[in-house]
């Protein structure tokens, strides 16, 4: 198994801020893709999030405000799916540290390489919707290749 | 052991530009660090990277002009050391991808999850490099988190 793991340090003494742009469908369309379907602040709920390519659809599996938020992916490509995504947040001075985690990829494939560096970008796009009140969100997204 | 993995795809046809801008001083200077000292055009060489924090030695222990340089850890945070970074350069089509690992991280420790960040960053300095002939290396690099 292989993971993509990540840490942003957000400047804001607002945690309840980032845990709302990881549970709502609004937060969510602002830093990751503005194609979002559905609320994601009660476990067992379906978010579906799409790319011009596809995209995934996650089952809320965890929720812990204002400290963790977990899916797991059940459509996507296949590389994604059974895979889990969490986000752990800390208060910690004038930051909110954000951990994220995509676990369990069975293999480390090179989709998992543009994926990495894909979360980094998004986790960018996070940390300046809370900073600033302006994400970059799917379709005007950094590209990091010919990927996208 | 963890893996660190990243895919960025730099538009251009000078496969050899990017080769350079990872082993030569002055390449690397200009995307990762400034304060770097010595050539990574040999393998054994010794090349120093130095940030305000501390910084990395890496011993030059494989390359293949133009599509592999690799390096090993051989002083620096404790985390990093024995650790390999490599980098895989080919071209498809307008693009030079660059499959980007730094392996065998004995623990994914929350100081990996920021340098897993900090690459993405690194590795899009670099991007920028080459495509637009700047890039933002530390210490006027994008800073990620609390931590730098």
């Not at 965890?62 to 889990?84: C, F, N, Q, R, S």
């Not at 894909?118 to 994400?135: C, N, P």
Request: aromatic share 10%; net charge negative.
């Amino acid at each position: 198994m292989s993971d993509i793991l990540h840490r942003v340090g957000i400047k804001t003494s607002a945690i309840d801020e980032v845990y709302s742009a990881l549970t709502t469908r609004n937060g969510l369309a602002a830093w990751w893709t503005t194609d979002t379907t559905g609320e994601g602040d009660q476990v067992g709920n379906i978010i579906q999030f799409r790319f011009a390519a596809g995209g995934f659809d996650m089952k809320v599996t965890k929720l812990h405000a204002p400290d963790l938020v977990e899916w797991e992916v059940i459509d996507g490509p296949a590389e994604w799916i059974g895979t889990i995504i969490r986000f752990e947040l800390r208060q910690e001075g004038d930051y909110v540290i954000v951990l994220f985690k995509h676990l369990n990829w069975k293999e480390p494939v090179e989709f998992m390489h543009h994926c990495s560096t894909k979360w980094a970008i998004f986790l960018m796009s996070l940390k300046s919707l809370i900073e600033t009140g302006k994400g970059q969100p799917n379709p005007d997204d950094v590209k990091v290749d010919n990927w996208n």
